[in-house]
């Protein structure tokens, strides 16, 4: 009999196991900028909560309007996304950079909180990497903000030590000092999340670093112990100075291997006989050249998958493949190089490194963007970067992978647009609104605080950011004048005149409101067939909309609303009057501007789509 068993049991394990990897799901979770909210602090009470005993600790509203990400909301809207992959039974979570809002200590503490609650309660395995915001420095640095919200309405400096900050009593409250707003370091960020990924665990089939010496064929949990210390995954950057790689790979369920890449670099700086170092924002762009020991490893990474059988899922916080539709050089054309972020757009040497080396899928955030990116080669190589959205900006969401069997994977964007609790903090906003207001100092839109869900929030959030930071900051201002208040009307008539009169002048009487006063913007009526029925600002507000949320925003904009931008869009890329300005011109920038337009209304899917992963080819499937 025991015979009998055993000889099933050899036929059947290779069925179960290929039978679990079939629709093996994976979750990714990105820049979700978590504040621990309810903390406690050790000077600062906190302000209290209407109808609870709770104490917040929050940044004012003004703060988040000029971010590109909220720093309070993201509390419960991390909550709510864990709830809903719990209640779809996926028990693995990747979480791609940007965790926390500054890796500060008190923050990094709550994050683990969180997620050690949801497994236990829910047996879910989570898989860290890190972000230019966690940690933003190698080590532990003093630091705070100026701009939490205090009593009577006024910010409230918080720093972890004295001495970092000058205060003005008529905008602020006395300086609080709270050692847990230090920026953490490496050390910090392993102490703390070493459960979740960065060290080995022994449910783990296999756990390795870029410096381990064993293979998978010698592996036990004690060597991989010992090759996690931090004294063991280290590389020189100066004399007498190593910096940590987090970078591991995990074997969390058979025959799948989660590469998670530490894609900070930091380059040593002197600055009064003190050392600094830059910021890894720049992402692959500078750690190619930084870390030439990840690569390699990365290459050898993707061999062994492939020649074991494994289904390899890279992911690190950085993106691989241009993230703007293909549309950075006319990006650059229009507002400038070093604008929109531009930056960060890897160079194209990254796609084809990692393509070579046979990663074929990346999973990305750092941009707060919706996104798909699909790199193929004459020789057979292809990448395909998924850019993973915030849960902190417009439109809020979360990407499922399933893969369907060993040729294809499914991938899904779901948006989590109704949060419990999102408007918990609403009547301190008023308190801070009504300080703004009696003293004469900026305010903000109080209109945002009319939403009735978490998505509305966010998107009322993008369209105060477009007014009060993108365009002011980043767009030329003559470019401004002349089109935000055209309506569509004045835009066609313009795209299809011929004559040398082009009408391309701004309108003496506009002026650019950056002040705290939203600009006004046409009443929503995306159906209207009438171009007259909008503006140039609202045009700009959809241009944002697509470009953060992709083709998860066009519902909201409209199917009438984007067949009229469709139609503007072809009339001016038709005139080659406009085409051939001078590049200065409005008439060429009015050029530039639509065909970056249309690059990012036609991308690739980035919905709901699947993978062959054979091939590369990405194709769109019905929600």
Do not use: C
């Not at 809207?77 to 950079?97: E, N, Q, S």
């Not at 060597?223 to 790689?245: F, H, M, T, V």
């Not at 490893?297 to 293909?326: C, M, Q, T």
């Not at 909008?534 to 949320?549: K, N, P, Q």
């Amino acid at each position: 009999m025991t015979r009998l068993f055993l000889l099933v049991s050899m036929f059947w394990l290779p069925v179960i196991y290929a039978q679990k990897s079939v629709n093996l799901k994976v979750a990714f979770v990105s820049d979700i900028h978590f504040q621990d909210n309810y903390a406690a602090y050790e000077d600062f009470e906190g302000l209290p909560i209407e109808g609870g005993s709770k104490m917040a600790k929050i940044r004012t509203m003004a703060a988040q309007l000029h971010s590109t990400r909220l720093f309070n909301e993201n509390y419960f809207a991390l909550r709510a996304t864990l709830d809903a992959i719990a209640a779809r039974g996926i028990k693995l979570v990747a979480l791609p950079g940007d965790y926390t809002d500054d890796g500060q200590l008190i923050h990094v503490k709550g994050l683990a909180k969180i997620l050690k609650e949801y497994t236990e309660k829910y047996d879910i395995s989570f898989f860290i990497t890190t972000g230019n915001h966690d940690p933003v420095g190698p080590f532990l640095t003093e630091a705070g903000k100026t701009d939490f919200l205090g009593k009577n309405g006024k910010n409230q400096p918080i720093f972890s030590k004295k001495g970092l900050h000058k205060e003005d009593f008529i905008r602020e409250n006395p300086v609080v000092i709270e050692t847990g707003l230090a920026k953490s370091g490496y050390k910090e960020i392993f102490g703390n999340l070493k459960d979740f990924g960065f060290f080995p665990q022994k449910r783990y089939l296999y756990w390795e670093t870029p410096f381990s010496k064993y293979t998978e064929a010698n592996y036990s949990f004690k060597k991989a112990k010992k090759a996690a210390k931090i004294d063991k995954r280290s590389y020189k950057i100066a004399e007498n100075l190593q910096i940590p790689d987090a970078s591991y790979l995990v074997e969390p369920v058979a025959g799948l291997w989660l590469l998670a890449i530490d894609g900070n670099s930091y380059i040593l700086q002197e600055k009064d006989e003190e050392q600094s170092f830059s910021s890894a924002s720049v992402g692959y762009n500078q750690t190619i050249d930084q870390k030439k020991h990840l690569f390699k490893w990365i290459e050898s990474v993707a061999e062994r998958a492939r020649k074991n059988g494994k289904k390899l899922i890279a992911f690190s916080h950085y993106p691989a493949v241009d993230f703007n539709d293909n549309a950075s050089a006319e990006i650059e054309g229009l507002l400038g190089e070093n604008k929109w972020q531009l930056e960060r757009v890897p160079e194209e040497k990254i796609a084809k490194t990692l393509a070579n080396a046979d990663v074929k899928l990346h999973v990305a955030g750092h941009m707060h963007i919706n996104d798909t990116g699909l790199r193929t080669y004459e020789n057979g190589d292809f990448i395909v970067n998924i850019q993973t959205p915030s849960l902190g900006a417009y439109i809020p969401a979360y990407k499922i992978l399933t893969f369907k069997g060993s040729k294809e994977l499914e991938v899904q964007t779901i948006p989590v647009t109704d949060v419990p609790r999102f408007d918990e903090f609403f009547p301190l906003y008023k308190m801070e609104h009504e300080f703004l207001t009696q003293n004469e100092l900026p305010v903000w839109d109080n209109t945002i605080l009319e939403s009735k869900n978490y998505l509305e929030f966010t998107t009322a959030h993008l369209k105060n950011l477009v007014q009060l930071r993108f365009l002011p900051e980043d767009w030329p201002a003559e470019f401004q004048h002349f089109l935000i208040e055209k309506t569509g009307e004045e835009l066609l008539a313009i795209a299809g005149t011929n004559t040398e009169d082009l009408n391309l002048k701004a309108k003496n009487s506009i002026a650019i409101k950056t002040s705290e006063k939203p600009l006004k913007s046409s009443k929503n009526t995306p159906f209207s067939s009438d171009f007259d029925s909008w503006t140039g600002f609202d045009m700009v507000f959809d241009f944002y909309r697509l470009r953060s949320a992709d083709v998860l925003a066009k519902p909201y904009i409209g199917a009438q609303r984007l067949e009229q931008y469709r139609q503007l869009q072809e009339k001016v890329l038709k005139n080659q009057r406009l085409k051939n300005a001078p590049e200065s011109s409005n008439a060429h920038k009015l050029w530039l501007f639509m065909s970056i337009f249309k690059k990012f209304m036609n991308g690739q899917p980035a919905d709901h789509f699947k993978i062959d992963l054979d091939t590369g080819a990405v194709v769109p499937l019905e929600n």
